[in-house]
């Protein structure tokens, strides 16, 4: 079997010791030659870089090591790209959630006005690491999870409509495998799954198992009570934030008992709900920053103190496998079926062609192909042709250096209630991410 080389782009990531960790435990299927890093901040890398060279040492000293901030080293001789960068890091992450609160406007990551800043700082570090990959290594792949990535995705099929690129989220494979739980299931892959949406925007219109028997039944039964919450007599293993999101899903669903939402949807259909529980001085940037990028950064120090990665805290993060599973598609041609955000292309039959949307595809060592959705019902193709309408004017506007256009996208997302609140927030979200954002005219 070919050894692959991978460049992690955002080696600094608080993910990145588990992706590696992760790695390790699928080289039977997924061999690996190399291991790069590549990150624009030296001194973030330098950290999580010292301390994965010292586990790579003592468990696969086989494989070879290097991070860098220079794009020729890290991006020669490399198969794939795994690309999880965050560009403005947390403290832009914590604008984005502060800034749209200040009007009572709910603030997240990748949803509403939170998510269209991230995205209009997104698209050129994306495009560049992009460039960087085709000059140096014209035949490798770039898996993208470097969010937002719906408005990435809309700004790489716009901007580098050929290159080879594959954008992936790990909401879906994470609410599966809630879902295999429910059901009893050793693993989410004894599902065979129909899904359609956008990035962080969808639902399963179809789950059956192995031998074809319909499980959405008994799954709309458990969510209809509790959510995605496996099993609520039980101590909740989750963050409470994230245990809330779950439990959440029953409201979503209730909205539209047909289908499985996405946990993300509760942005959407829920916006004063998620304000009026937010803590407008302390938001999920803060928790994160306070737990999981201390606990990362903490536990790569001891590893460079001790000298070994013998009782390191690294964790593998197993459910990012799924990224496993995407390049061993590539490399071994298996033919897996994983959920792509992909040009719709007539996919789904009633809904924008030029559209990136969430659907199965099944990957090959040529790319993957899309599996045919047909016609989507009205309440999902609304929704969803305002919500991508958001995303192709950030897009949009990134390129042309509109304001209007950005104004628009602010006005037209669900999360917003008015024109002039959209352009309030767009107003303080200018000044906050200048030297990030292309200048607007
Ligand atoms: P993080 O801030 O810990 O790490 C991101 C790293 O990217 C930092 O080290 C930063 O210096 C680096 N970076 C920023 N701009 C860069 C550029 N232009 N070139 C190279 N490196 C750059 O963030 P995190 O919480 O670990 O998340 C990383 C990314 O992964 C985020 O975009 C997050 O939203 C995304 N994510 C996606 C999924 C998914 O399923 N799609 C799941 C989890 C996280
Ligand atoms: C899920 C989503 C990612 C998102 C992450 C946020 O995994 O699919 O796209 O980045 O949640 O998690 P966090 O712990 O950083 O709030
Ligand atoms: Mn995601």
Redesign the pocket.
């Known amino acids: 079997m070919k050894k692959s080389s991978v460049v992690i ?8 010791p588990g992706i590696v960790l992760m790695l390790l435990e699928h080289l039977e299927r997924f061999p690996i030659r190399q291991i790069k890093f ?4 030296a001194k ?2 330098e950290l ?1 870089g010292k301390a994965c060279e010292i586990l790579l040492q003592e468990r696969a000293p086989e494989i070879a090591f290097s991070y860098t901030t220079d794009p020729e080293e890290a991006f020669t001789d490399v198969d794939f790209v795994m690309a ?7 403290a832009m ?1 914590e604008q984005d959630e502060k800034i749209p609160m200040r009007y009572n406007v709910l603030g997240q ?2 949803c509403g006005p939170g998510g269209i800043a ?1 995205g209009m700082r ?1 698209i050129g ?1 994306i495009i ?2 992009i460039d960087f990959m085709e000059k140096y290594s014209p035949d490798a792949w770039m898996l993208n ?5 719906a408005i990435v995705a809309e700004g790489t099929r716009r901007l580098r409509p050929t290159s080879r690129i594959i954008n ?4 879906p ?1 994470g609410i599966e495998d809630r879902m295999a739980g429910i059901l009893g299931l050793k693993s989410r892959k004894e599902m065979q799954v129909k899904y359609y949406g956008l ?1 962080h925007f969808g639902w399963w219109s179809d789950i059956r198992d192995q031998a074809g028997h319909d499980l959405m039944p008994r799954l709309k039964e458990h969510v209809a009570k509790h959510g995605y919450i496996v099993r609520p007599e039980a101590e909740q293993v989750t963050e409470p934030s994230w245990n809330d999101t779950f439990a959440k899903a029953k409201d979503v669903y209730a909205v539209e008992p047909d289908t499985l939402p996405n946990t993300y949807l509760k942005y959407y259909l829920f916006p004063d709900y998620i304000v009026k529980h937010t803590d407008p001085n302390h938001t999920r940037a803060n928790e ?1 920053m306070e737990h ?2 201390k606990n ?1 950064f903490a536990a790569a120090r001891d590893v460079i103190e001790q000298g070994t990665a013998k009782d390191c805290r690294f964790t593998a993060d197993d459910h ?1 496998s799924y990224i496993v599973d995407l390049a061993d598609a590539i490399a071994s041609n298996t033919k897996a079926r994983m959920l792509l955000i992909v040009e719709n292309g007539g996919a789904i039959e009633n809904f924008d062609p030029t559209a990136m949307v969430e659907i199965p595809c099944i990957v090959g060592s040529n790319g993957y192909e899309k599996v045919c959705i047909g016609k989507i019902p009205q309440f999902q193709k609304g929704l969803m042709e305002q919500q991508v309408s958001v995303e192709k004017l950030v897009v949009e506007a990134w390129i042309s250096g509109s304001y209007q256009k950005l104004w628009q996208a602010l006005t037209l997302s669900k999360t917003v209630p008015s024109a002039s609140v959209a352009k309030q927030i767009l107003d303080d979200l200018i000044v906050a991410n200048k030297g990030y954002w292309p200048e607007l005219k």
């Open positions: 782009a955002g080696g600094g990531s608080t993910f990145t590549y990150d624009n901040d973030r890398q999580i999880h960068i965050r560009v403005g890091k947390y992450r990551e990748t991230y997104s570090p560049e690491i999870y470097s969010n937002p990535a992936i989220c790990d909401m494979v990035n994160v999981r990028e990362v990012a």
